[in-house]
T-cell receptor, first 114, second 109 residues
């Protein structure tokens, strides 16, 4: 089954404790992105990647890091989480051309930073 | 001013009604346009891409007006299962996507 998976789905942590949210896709997509979703603000792009070892900042990259060492994986790293990073996070992947760049989203990771 | 704006709703309509959502975007260099659907606490899923000539998929019709920087979505013969939040999405280039805040729709029996 074609899918994007994220882990963990739920996470409660404390300020300053480094964490990683994993994202993996099995569709051989070139493009991957991370978003955060907050009430009233909609989804905002954090980082995106055009291919292996090619990443770029989205609209809200501060406090986040990403890496793209393999095509299928695109982990999101919070080196020193803060309470304002409490949010719902989505990973997405897409391939050039298909349905005008349709993005396939993972199920989301709900993060709470205390 | 937000890059992509939508009426947040909620729109409460009876089954069978026709409902229209509007979306405006500020970046005139925007390249492609989409409507996504998001059910409560779930991931967004593509409803339809929006083409300059307008396009239709069953009960759903999308229109794009580049001159006015305006996108619309029309849903005819609303079903209970159409209840969701509808997200207007604009690609401003190089996989840089901007989402609107979404419009919530509730279809009532």
């Amino acid at each position: 089954e074609a899918q994007v998976t994220q882990n963990p789905r739920y996470l409660i942590t404390v300020t300053g404790k480094k964490l990683t949210v994993t994202c993996s896709q099995n569709m051989n997509h070139e493009y991957m992105s991370w978003y955060r979703q907050d009430p009233g603000l909609g989804l905002r792009q954090i980082y995106y990647s055009m291919n292996v070892e090619v990443t770029d900042k989205g609209d809200v990259p501060e406090g986040y890091k990403v890496s793209r060492k393999e095509k299928r994986n695109f982990p999101l790293i919070l080196e020193s989480p803060s309470p304002n990073q409490t949010s719902l996070y989505f990973c997405a992947s897409s391939s050039p051309g298909g349905r005008g760049n349709e993005q396939f989203f993972g199920p989301g990771t709900r993060l709470t930073v205390l | 001013r937000k890059e992509v704006e939508q009426d947040p709703g909620p729109f409460n309509v009876p089954e069978g009604a026709t409902v229209a959502f509007n979306c405006t975007y500020s970046n005139s260099a925007s390249q492609s346009f989409f409507w996504y659907r998001q059910d409560c606490r779930k991931e967004p899923k593509l409803l339809m891409s929006v083409y300059s000539s307008g396009n239709e998929d069953g009960r759903f019709t999308a229109q794009l007006n580049r001159a006015s920087q305006y996108i619309s979505l029309l849903i005819r013969d609303s079903k209970l299962s159409d209840s969701a939040t509808y997200l207007c999405v604009v690609n401003i280039g190089w996989q840089n996507f901007v989402f609107g805040p979404g419009t919530r729709l509730s279809v009532l029996p």
